[in-house]
Protein backbone atom coordinates (compact mmCIF):
# COMPACT_ATOMS: atom_id res chain seq x y z
CA UNK A 1 0.00 0.00 0.00
CA UNK A 2 2.76 2.53 -0.65
CA UNK A 3 1.52 5.68 -2.37
CA UNK A 4 4.20 7.99 -1.08
CA UNK A 5 4.74 9.10 -4.72
CA UNK A 6 1.62 10.47 -5.32
CA UNK A 7 0.85 14.58 -5.48
CA UNK A 8 0.12 16.02 -2.71
CA UNK A 9 -2.41 19.16 -3.05
CA UNK A 10 -3.04 20.10 0.73
CA UNK A 11 -1.43 18.95 3.51
CA UNK A 12 -3.13 20.13 6.34
CA UNK A 13 -1.45 21.10 9.57
CA UNK A 14 0.94 18.19 9.45
CA UNK A 15 3.03 19.47 12.00
CA UNK A 16 0.51 19.64 14.63
CA UNK A 17 0.84 16.15 15.89
CA UNK A 18 2.81 16.05 19.45
CA UNK A 19 4.40 12.89 20.95
CA UNK A 20 5.38 12.63 24.48
CA UNK A 21 6.68 9.54 26.34
CA UNK A 22 6.17 8.83 30.02
CA UNK A 23 7.35 5.71 31.34
CA UNK A 24 6.46 3.38 28.34
CA UNK A 25 3.98 4.87 27.03
CA UNK A 26 3.48 7.13 23.99
CA UNK A 27 0.80 9.56 24.38
CA UNK A 28 0.30 11.43 20.68
CA UNK A 29 -1.87 14.53 21.03
CA UNK A 30 -4.00 15.63 17.62
CA UNK A 31 -3.50 19.31 17.43
CA UNK A 32 -4.36 20.10 13.95
CA UNK A 33 -8.01 21.91 15.09
CA UNK A 34 -10.80 19.63 14.30
CA UNK A 35 -8.35 16.88 13.15
CA UNK A 36 -10.32 15.95 10.23
CA UNK A 37 -8.68 13.31 7.76
CA UNK A 38 -7.39 14.36 4.63
CA UNK A 39 -4.22 13.30 3.10
CA UNK A 40 -1.90 15.37 5.20
CA UNK A 41 -3.18 14.18 8.46
CA UNK A 42 -3.30 10.39 7.41
CA UNK A 43 -0.05 10.49 6.56
CA UNK A 44 1.08 12.38 9.63
CA UNK A 45 -0.42 9.90 11.53
CA UNK A 46 1.16 6.87 9.34
CA UNK A 47 4.57 8.90 9.94
CA UNK A 48 3.56 8.89 13.80
CA UNK A 49 2.87 5.89 14.57
CA UNK A 50 6.37 4.73 12.57
CA UNK A 51 8.08 7.00 15.16
CA UNK A 52 6.54 5.80 17.88
CA UNK A 53 7.17 2.10 17.06
CA UNK A 54 10.80 2.71 15.46
CA UNK A 55 12.27 5.72 17.97
CA UNK A 56 10.39 4.49 21.23
CA UNK A 57 10.68 1.52 23.34
CA UNK A 58 6.78 2.25 23.97
CA UNK A 59 4.47 -0.32 25.18
CA UNK A 60 1.71 1.65 25.38
CA UNK A 61 -0.58 4.41 23.01
CA UNK A 62 -2.55 6.62 23.58
CA UNK A 63 -4.04 9.19 21.20
CA UNK A 64 -5.86 12.43 21.97
CA UNK A 65 -6.93 15.66 20.60
CA UNK A 66 -5.75 19.08 21.74
CA UNK A 67 -9.00 20.19 20.84
CA UNK A 68 -11.42 21.41 23.65
CA UNK A 69 -14.52 19.54 22.39
CA UNK A 70 -13.60 17.45 19.24
CA UNK A 71 -11.24 14.43 19.39
CA UNK A 72 -11.84 13.60 15.48
CA UNK A 73 -14.62 15.51 12.98
CA UNK A 74 -13.72 12.62 10.36
CA UNK A 75 -13.05 13.16 6.57
CA UNK A 76 -12.04 16.97 5.79
CA UNK A 77 -15.45 17.74 3.48
CA UNK A 78 -13.81 21.04 2.47
CA UNK A 79 -10.92 19.64 1.06
CA UNK A 80 -12.64 17.01 -0.39
CA UNK A 81 -15.07 19.63 -2.08
CA UNK A 82 -11.87 21.71 -3.35
CA UNK A 83 -10.45 18.58 -4.67
CA UNK A 84 -13.72 17.40 -6.44
CA UNK A 85 -13.94 20.27 -7.69
CA UNK A 86 -11.11 21.11 -9.04
CA UNK A 87 -11.83 17.58 -10.92
CA UNK A 88 -8.96 15.72 -9.08
CA UNK A 89 -9.72 12.28 -8.68
CA UNK A 90 -6.21 10.75 -8.40
CA UNK A 91 -6.39 13.00 -5.20
CA UNK A 92 -9.62 11.46 -3.16
CA UNK A 93 -8.76 7.91 -4.43
CA UNK A 94 -4.62 8.56 -2.78
CA UNK A 95 -6.26 9.71 0.30
CA UNK A 96 -8.98 6.95 0.29
CA UNK A 97 -5.96 4.32 0.11
CA UNK A 98 -4.12 6.37 2.71
CA UNK A 99 -7.32 6.28 5.13
CA UNK A 100 -7.37 2.66 4.55
CA UNK A 101 -3.45 1.99 5.42
CA UNK A 102 -4.06 4.12 8.57
CA UNK A 103 -7.11 1.67 9.92
CA UNK A 104 -4.67 -1.32 9.06
CA UNK A 105 -1.88 -0.16 10.74
CA UNK A 106 -4.02 0.80 13.72
CA UNK A 107 -5.00 -2.52 13.71
CA UNK A 108 -1.66 -4.86 13.55
CA UNK A 109 -0.17 -1.95 15.52
CA UNK A 110 2.21 -3.74 17.94
CA UNK A 111 1.45 -2.02 20.76
CA UNK A 112 -1.54 -1.65 23.36
CA UNK A 113 -3.59 1.35 21.94
CA UNK A 114 -5.79 3.81 23.66
CA UNK A 115 -7.95 6.22 21.94
CA UNK A 116 -8.39 9.30 25.08
CA UNK A 117 -12.17 10.63 23.20
CA UNK A 118 -11.79 13.83 24.71
CA UNK A 119 -14.20 15.04 22.08
CA UNK A 120 -16.96 14.50 19.43
CA UNK A 121 -15.94 11.54 17.17
CA UNK A 122 -17.70 11.10 13.71
CA UNK A 123 -17.53 9.21 10.42
CA UNK A 124 -14.02 8.72 9.76
CA UNK A 125 -13.05 10.06 13.04
CA UNK A 126 -15.20 7.86 14.50
CA UNK A 127 -14.34 4.71 12.61
CA UNK A 128 -10.78 5.45 13.19
CA UNK A 129 -11.20 5.64 17.17
CA UNK A 130 -12.83 1.81 16.81
CA UNK A 131 -9.22 0.65 15.41
CA UNK A 132 -7.86 1.16 18.81
CA UNK A 133 -8.05 -1.61 21.34
CA UNK A 134 -9.37 0.24 23.83
CA UNK A 135 -11.82 3.66 24.01
CA UNK A 136 -11.94 5.82 26.76
CA UNK A 137 -14.58 9.12 26.55
CA UNK A 138 -15.19 11.81 28.08
CA UNK A 139 -18.65 11.99 29.57
CA UNK A 140 -19.33 15.39 30.54
CA UNK A 141 -19.95 16.35 26.13
CA UNK A 142 -18.63 14.51 23.00
CA UNK A 143 -20.81 12.20 20.70
CA UNK A 144 -20.00 9.30 18.98
CA UNK A 145 -21.62 9.47 15.69
CA UNK A 146 -21.06 7.85 11.94
CA UNK A 147 -23.58 10.34 9.63
CA UNK A 148 -22.38 8.34 6.15
CA UNK A 149 -26.22 8.00 5.70
CA UNK A 150 -26.82 11.44 5.77
CA UNK A 151 -23.51 12.71 4.17
CA UNK A 152 -24.09 9.91 0.97
CA UNK A 153 -21.30 8.56 2.07
CA UNK A 154 -20.91 4.28 1.31
CA UNK A 155 -19.09 2.40 3.44
CA UNK A 156 -16.45 -0.82 2.79
CA UNK A 157 -16.83 -4.21 3.77
CA UNK A 158 -14.00 -3.90 6.32
CA UNK A 159 -15.62 -0.71 7.90
CA UNK A 160 -18.45 -3.01 8.38
CA UNK A 161 -16.53 -6.05 10.09
CA UNK A 162 -14.84 -3.68 12.55
CA UNK A 163 -18.05 -1.97 13.60
CA UNK A 164 -19.06 -5.11 14.12
CA UNK A 165 -16.40 -6.08 16.30
CA UNK A 166 -16.96 -3.28 18.23
CA UNK A 167 -20.21 -2.34 18.45
CA UNK A 168 -23.31 -4.45 19.35
CA UNK A 169 -25.89 -5.23 17.03
CA UNK A 170 -28.58 -2.74 18.19
CA UNK A 171 -26.18 -0.14 17.94
CA UNK A 172 -24.42 -1.39 14.44
CA UNK A 173 -27.57 -0.81 12.79
CA UNK A 174 -28.92 2.59 14.10
CA UNK A 175 -25.07 4.01 13.65
CA UNK A 176 -25.20 2.69 9.90
CA UNK A 177 -28.70 3.62 8.95
CA UNK A 178 -29.93 6.51 11.15
CA UNK A 179 -26.53 8.03 11.40
CA UNK A 180 -27.79 7.95 14.93
CA UNK A 181 -25.37 10.30 17.81
CA UNK A 182 -24.70 8.96 20.82
CA UNK A 183 -23.53 9.77 24.30
CA UNK A 184 -20.31 9.06 25.73
CA UNK A 185 -22.95 7.17 28.58
CA UNK A 186 -24.50 5.25 25.67
CA UNK A 187 -21.77 4.27 24.26
CA UNK A 188 -20.28 2.93 27.63
CA UNK A 189 -23.22 1.06 28.40
CA UNK A 190 -22.90 -0.64 25.63
CA UNK A 191 -18.82 -1.38 26.27
CA UNK A 192 -18.19 0.17 23.00
CA UNK A 193 -15.90 2.54 25.48
CA UNK A 194 -14.40 1.19 28.48
CA UNK A 195 -15.19 3.61 30.55
CA UNK A 196 -16.67 7.52 30.54
CA UNK A 197 -15.23 10.23 32.66
CA UNK A 198 -15.73 13.76 33.51
CA UNK A 199 -12.65 15.98 31.48
CA UNK A 200 -10.90 17.00 33.80
CA UNK A 201 -10.04 13.77 34.60
CA UNK A 202 -10.20 11.79 31.64
CA UNK A 203 -6.55 11.76 30.95
CA UNK A 204 -5.64 10.69 34.22
CA UNK A 205 -7.85 8.28 34.40
CA UNK A 206 -6.27 6.65 30.88
CA UNK A 207 -2.86 6.77 31.63
CA UNK A 208 -3.54 5.27 35.01
CA UNK A 209 -4.60 2.09 33.03
CA UNK A 210 -2.07 2.57 30.06
CA UNK A 211 1.19 2.89 32.65
CA UNK A 212 -0.12 -0.24 34.19
CA UNK A 213 -0.20 -2.75 30.63
CA UNK A 214 3.66 -3.02 29.63
CA UNK A 215 2.56 -5.85 27.63
CA UNK A 216 5.66 -7.05 24.99
CA UNK A 217 5.05 -5.99 21.64
CA UNK A 218 5.96 -9.14 19.90
CA UNK A 219 2.84 -10.86 21.45
CA UNK A 220 0.28 -8.07 21.17
CA UNK A 221 1.23 -8.01 17.62
CA UNK A 222 0.99 -11.59 16.88
CA UNK A 223 -2.46 -11.78 18.96
CA UNK A 224 -3.83 -8.70 17.08
CA UNK A 225 -3.13 -10.60 13.42
CA UNK A 226 -5.02 -12.81 14.52
CA UNK A 227 -7.71 -11.24 16.20
CA UNK A 228 -8.36 -8.79 13.41
CA UNK A 229 -7.25 -10.95 10.63
CA UNK A 230 -10.55 -10.87 8.89
CA UNK A 231 -11.00 -7.20 8.45
CA UNK A 232 -7.23 -6.77 7.38
CA UNK A 233 -8.35 -9.95 4.92
CA UNK A 234 -11.38 -7.20 3.80
CA UNK A 235 -9.47 -4.65 3.72
CA UNK A 236 -6.83 -6.10 1.53
CA UNK A 237 -8.76 -7.86 -0.82
CA UNK A 238 -11.94 -5.88 -1.27
CA UNK A 239 -11.73 -2.28 0.00
CA UNK A 240 -8.59 -1.07 -1.13
CA UNK A 241 -10.03 -2.39 -4.70
CA UNK A 242 -12.97 -0.65 -4.25
CA UNK A 243 -11.28 2.58 -3.86
CA UNK A 244 -8.47 2.33 -6.22
CA UNK A 245 -10.91 1.29 -8.70
CA UNK A 246 -12.80 4.83 -8.01
CA UNK A 247 -16.28 2.88 -7.48
CA UNK A 248 -16.01 4.55 -3.87
CA UNK A 249 -17.37 7.67 -4.39
CA UNK A 250 -17.86 10.58 -1.76
CA UNK B 1 -8.30 -43.34 39.99
CA UNK B 2 -8.10 -42.92 35.99
CA UNK B 3 -7.52 -39.32 34.29
CA UNK B 4 -11.14 -39.72 33.09
CA UNK B 5 -14.28 -41.24 34.75
CA UNK B 6 -17.81 -40.70 33.52
CA UNK B 7 -21.15 -42.07 34.45
CA UNK B 8 -24.50 -41.54 33.58
CA UNK B 9 -27.21 -40.05 35.06
CA UNK B 10 -30.65 -40.48 33.18
CA UNK B 11 -30.42 -38.31 30.39
CA UNK B 12 -26.78 -37.25 30.92
CA UNK B 13 -23.41 -37.80 31.45
CA UNK B 14 -21.41 -36.31 33.90
CA UNK B 15 -17.92 -36.36 32.47
CA UNK B 16 -14.92 -36.23 35.58
CA UNK B 17 -11.67 -34.90 34.83
CA UNK B 18 -9.79 -36.84 37.43
CA UNK B 19 -5.72 -35.71 36.48
CA UNK B 20 -4.85 -33.54 39.27
CA UNK B 21 -4.91 -29.54 37.89
CA UNK B 22 -5.99 -31.56 34.13
CA UNK B 23 -3.18 -30.24 32.56
CA UNK B 24 -2.93 -31.05 29.02
CA UNK B 25 -0.46 -33.02 27.49
CA UNK B 26 -0.91 -36.45 25.12
CA UNK B 27 -2.47 -38.79 27.93
CA UNK B 28 -5.01 -35.70 29.04
CA UNK B 29 -6.09 -35.38 25.52
CA UNK B 30 -5.99 -38.89 24.18
CA UNK B 31 -8.03 -40.50 27.51
CA UNK B 32 -10.34 -37.19 26.74
CA UNK B 33 -11.34 -38.10 23.20
CA UNK B 34 -11.71 -41.65 23.97
CA UNK B 35 -14.21 -40.96 26.88
CA UNK B 36 -15.94 -38.67 24.49
CA UNK B 37 -16.40 -41.61 21.61
CA UNK B 38 -17.29 -44.26 24.74
CA UNK B 39 -20.19 -41.99 25.81
CA UNK B 40 -21.19 -41.27 21.80
CA UNK B 41 -21.40 -44.35 21.20
CA UNK B 42 -22.69 -46.50 23.99
CA UNK B 43 -25.03 -44.23 25.79
CA UNK B 44 -28.33 -42.61 24.79
CA UNK B 45 -27.47 -39.25 26.79
CA UNK B 46 -28.04 -35.85 24.99
CA UNK B 47 -26.46 -33.88 27.13
CA UNK B 48 -22.54 -33.36 28.82
CA UNK B 49 -21.67 -31.78 31.69
CA UNK B 50 -17.83 -31.91 32.73
CA UNK B 51 -16.30 -31.02 35.79
CA UNK B 52 -13.26 -31.48 37.61
CA UNK B 53 -12.22 -34.23 40.69
CA UNK B 54 -9.78 -31.10 42.23
CA UNK B 55 -10.63 -29.01 44.45
CA UNK B 56 -9.79 -25.39 43.31
CA UNK B 57 -8.60 -26.09 39.47
CA UNK B 58 -11.23 -26.99 36.55
CA UNK B 59 -8.08 -27.03 33.64
CA UNK B 60 -4.58 -25.40 34.04
CA UNK B 61 -4.08 -25.48 30.16
CA UNK B 62 -0.89 -26.81 28.77
CA UNK B 63 1.43 -29.20 31.06
CA UNK B 64 4.30 -26.85 30.34
CA UNK B 65 6.45 -28.82 32.83
CA UNK B 66 6.42 -31.69 30.06
CA UNK B 67 6.48 -29.10 27.33
CA UNK B 68 8.67 -26.77 27.79
CA UNK B 69 11.50 -29.69 27.87
CA UNK B 70 10.10 -31.39 25.42
CA UNK B 71 10.08 -28.25 22.99
CA UNK B 72 14.10 -27.77 23.90
CA UNK B 73 14.66 -31.70 23.62
CA UNK B 74 12.42 -31.69 19.80
CA UNK B 75 10.66 -34.87 21.43
CA UNK B 76 8.33 -36.14 18.76
CA UNK B 77 5.68 -36.16 20.93
CA UNK B 78 4.86 -32.45 20.94
CA UNK B 79 3.42 -32.72 17.05
CA UNK B 80 1.18 -35.05 18.36
CA UNK B 81 -0.21 -33.34 21.35
CA UNK B 82 -0.62 -30.06 19.80
CA UNK B 83 -2.86 -32.16 17.14
CA UNK B 84 -4.44 -34.28 20.16
CA UNK B 85 -5.33 -30.66 21.41
CA UNK B 86 -6.61 -29.07 18.42
CA UNK B 87 -8.85 -32.57 18.26
CA UNK B 88 -9.89 -32.33 21.43
CA UNK B 89 -11.27 -28.64 20.96
CA UNK B 90 -12.86 -29.02 18.07
CA UNK B 91 -14.79 -32.46 19.34
CA UNK B 92 -15.99 -30.61 22.42
CA UNK B 93 -17.12 -27.95 20.14
CA UNK B 94 -18.96 -30.05 17.81
CA UNK B 95 -20.05 -32.88 20.09
CA UNK B 96 -23.39 -33.74 18.67
CA UNK B 97 -25.21 -32.78 22.11
CA UNK B 98 -25.37 -30.08 24.02
CA UNK B 99 -21.82 -29.52 26.21
CA UNK B 100 -22.14 -28.45 29.84
CA UNK B 101 -18.85 -27.19 31.45
CA UNK B 102 -19.05 -26.97 34.95
CA UNK B 103 -16.24 -24.81 36.36
CA UNK B 104 -15.54 -25.94 39.58
CA UNK B 105 -12.23 -23.75 39.63
CA UNK B 106 -10.18 -22.31 37.78
CA UNK B 107 -9.65 -22.40 34.30
CA UNK B 108 -6.38 -20.82 32.69
CA UNK B 109 -5.10 -20.95 29.31
CA UNK B 110 -5.87 -23.76 27.01
CA UNK B 111 -7.88 -24.36 29.98
CA UNK B 112 -9.80 -21.51 29.73
CA UNK B 113 -9.92 -21.85 25.63
CA UNK B 114 -11.50 -25.37 26.35
CA UNK B 115 -14.15 -23.75 28.57
CA UNK B 116 -15.14 -21.63 25.43
CA UNK B 117 -15.88 -24.91 23.16
CA UNK B 118 -19.34 -25.66 25.24
CA UNK B 119 -22.57 -24.61 24.22
CA UNK B 120 -23.01 -23.57 28.62
CA UNK B 121 -21.10 -22.68 31.28
CA UNK B 122 -21.40 -22.84 34.60
CA UNK B 123 -19.28 -21.68 37.70
CA UNK B 124 -18.51 -21.58 41.18
CA UNK B 125 -18.87 -18.59 43.00
CA UNK B 126 -16.70 -18.23 45.80
CA UNK B 127 -13.09 -19.03 43.82
CA UNK B 128 -11.79 -19.53 40.73
CA UNK B 129 -10.67 -17.41 37.63
CA UNK B 130 -11.40 -17.94 34.45
CA UNK B 131 -7.81 -16.21 32.47
CA UNK B 132 -6.56 -16.15 29.49
CA UNK B 133 -2.49 -15.71 30.37
CA UNK B 134 -1.08 -16.13 26.99
CA UNK B 135 0.21 -12.51 26.52
CA UNK B 136 2.52 -12.67 29.64
CA UNK B 137 3.52 -16.50 28.58
CA UNK B 138 4.27 -15.30 25.34
CA UNK B 139 2.36 -17.90 23.50
CA UNK B 140 0.20 -16.35 20.28
CA UNK B 141 -3.37 -18.01 20.04
CA UNK B 142 -4.28 -19.57 16.94
CA UNK B 143 -6.47 -18.33 14.92
CA UNK B 144 -9.58 -20.91 15.70
CA UNK B 145 -8.34 -19.89 19.84
CA UNK B 146 -9.39 -16.65 19.23
CA UNK B 147 -12.59 -18.03 17.26
CA UNK B 148 -13.64 -19.75 20.23
CA UNK B 149 -12.94 -17.03 22.64
CA UNK B 150 -15.05 -14.95 20.92
CA UNK B 151 -17.78 -17.07 20.58
CA UNK B 152 -17.91 -17.20 24.54
CA UNK B 153 -17.50 -13.87 25.21
CA UNK B 154 -18.78 -10.14 24.30
CA UNK B 155 -15.59 -8.35 22.60
CA UNK B 156 -14.95 -5.85 25.19
CA UNK B 157 -13.97 -8.93 27.24
CA UNK B 158 -12.43 -10.93 24.69
CA UNK B 159 -9.64 -7.70 24.22
CA UNK B 160 -9.25 -7.47 28.11
CA UNK B 161 -8.49 -11.42 28.40
CA UNK B 162 -6.21 -11.32 25.57
CA UNK B 163 -4.18 -8.33 25.53
CA UNK B 164 -4.62 -7.55 29.76
CA UNK B 165 -4.29 -11.26 30.85
CA UNK B 166 -7.53 -10.37 33.08
CA UNK B 167 -8.81 -12.71 35.45
CA UNK B 168 -12.18 -12.58 35.68
CA UNK B 169 -14.64 -13.75 38.08
CA UNK B 170 -17.89 -15.75 38.12
CA UNK B 171 -19.52 -12.23 38.87
CA UNK B 172 -18.07 -10.75 35.99
CA UNK B 173 -18.65 -13.82 33.69
CA UNK B 174 -22.39 -13.44 35.04
CA UNK B 175 -23.23 -10.28 33.88
CA UNK B 176 -21.86 -10.30 30.59
CA UNK B 177 -23.41 -14.14 30.26
CA UNK B 178 -20.12 -15.64 29.67
CA UNK B 179 -21.33 -18.24 32.26
CA UNK B 180 -24.94 -18.83 32.45
CA UNK B 181 -25.25 -18.77 36.26
CA UNK B 182 -22.68 -18.46 39.25
CA UNK B 183 -23.33 -20.86 42.08
CA UNK B 184 -21.78 -21.66 45.35
CA UNK B 185 -19.37 -24.81 45.20
CA UNK B 186 -22.46 -26.49 47.16
CA UNK B 187 -24.98 -25.51 44.49
CA UNK B 188 -22.99 -25.98 41.12
CA UNK B 189 -23.34 -29.35 40.19
CA UNK B 190 -26.90 -29.68 41.12
CA UNK B 191 -27.22 -26.07 38.81
CA UNK B 192 -25.41 -27.83 36.21
CA UNK B 193 -26.72 -30.81 35.75
CA UNK B 194 -30.37 -29.93 36.06
CA UNK B 195 -30.31 -27.71 33.12
CA UNK B 196 -28.02 -30.16 30.81
CA UNK B 197 -31.27 -32.48 32.03
CA UNK B 198 -33.98 -29.77 31.30
CA UNK B 199 -32.59 -29.57 27.85
CA UNK B 200 -33.40 -33.07 26.35
CA UNK B 201 -32.73 -32.08 22.95
CA UNK B 202 -32.01 -34.53 19.98
CA UNK B 203 -28.61 -35.40 19.34
CA UNK B 204 -28.80 -34.93 15.41
CA UNK B 205 -30.26 -31.55 15.44
CA UNK B 206 -27.91 -30.08 17.97
CA UNK B 207 -25.40 -31.44 15.62
CA UNK B 208 -26.38 -30.13 13.00
CA UNK B 209 -27.08 -26.30 14.56
CA UNK B 210 -23.73 -26.46 15.48
CA UNK B 211 -22.32 -27.35 12.29
CA UNK B 212 -23.77 -23.93 11.12
CA UNK B 213 -23.52 -22.06 14.28
CA UNK B 214 -19.93 -22.56 14.78
CA UNK B 215 -18.91 -22.89 11.15
CA UNK B 216 -16.92 -19.72 11.13
CA UNK B 217 -14.83 -21.43 13.93
CA UNK B 218 -13.96 -25.06 11.65
CA UNK B 219 -13.43 -22.44 8.84
CA UNK B 220 -10.28 -21.05 11.37
CA UNK B 221 -9.44 -24.78 12.21
CA UNK B 222 -8.45 -25.35 8.84
CA UNK B 223 -5.40 -22.46 9.01
CA UNK B 224 -2.38 -24.08 9.60
CA UNK B 225 -0.78 -22.39 12.91
CA UNK B 226 1.64 -19.50 11.37
CA UNK B 227 3.30 -19.02 14.79
CA UNK B 228 4.55 -22.43 15.30
CA UNK B 229 5.43 -22.51 19.86
CA UNK B 230 9.00 -22.40 20.41
CA UNK B 231 10.45 -23.18 23.99
CA UNK B 232 12.49 -19.79 24.35
CA UNK B 233 9.45 -18.30 24.02
CA UNK B 234 8.03 -19.46 27.40
CA UNK B 235 9.34 -17.80 30.36
CA UNK B 236 8.33 -20.67 32.96
CA UNK B 237 10.97 -22.87 33.95
Not at chain 1, 93 to 115: G, M, N, Q, Y
Not at chain 2, 166 to 172: D, L
Request: with cysteine; proline share 3%; net charge neutral.
Amino acid sequence: MDITGGSWIYCGNVSTLELEIRDRVAIVTMAAGENRLNLGMCAALLNMLDKVERETDALTLVVKSAHERVWCYGFDTDWIKQIQSEGNEASLKEFLVRDLELRRRLLLFPLITVAAINGHVFGGGAILSCCFDFRFMRSDRGFFCIPAVDLGYPVVSGTVALLKQVLPVHMLVDAMLTGRRFTGEEVASARVVKATYTNDILLDKVMEFALHLNKDRGIIGKMKEVQNRHIIHLLDTEDLKTVQAGIFRV
Amino acid sequence: MSVVEWTVDENIAVLSMNSGENRFNVKFCSEMLSALDDIEKNTKVNALVVKSGHEKIWSNGMDLEWLVPALNNKDPEVNKFFKLQDELMKRMLFYPMITVAALTGHAFASGAIFACCFDFRFMRSDRGFLCFPEVDLNIPFQPYMTGVIRKALPMHLVVEGQFMGKRFTATELEKFHVIRKACTMDDLMKEATAFAKSLNKGRWIVSEIKKVLYKDIATLMEIPPSVSMDASNVPIK
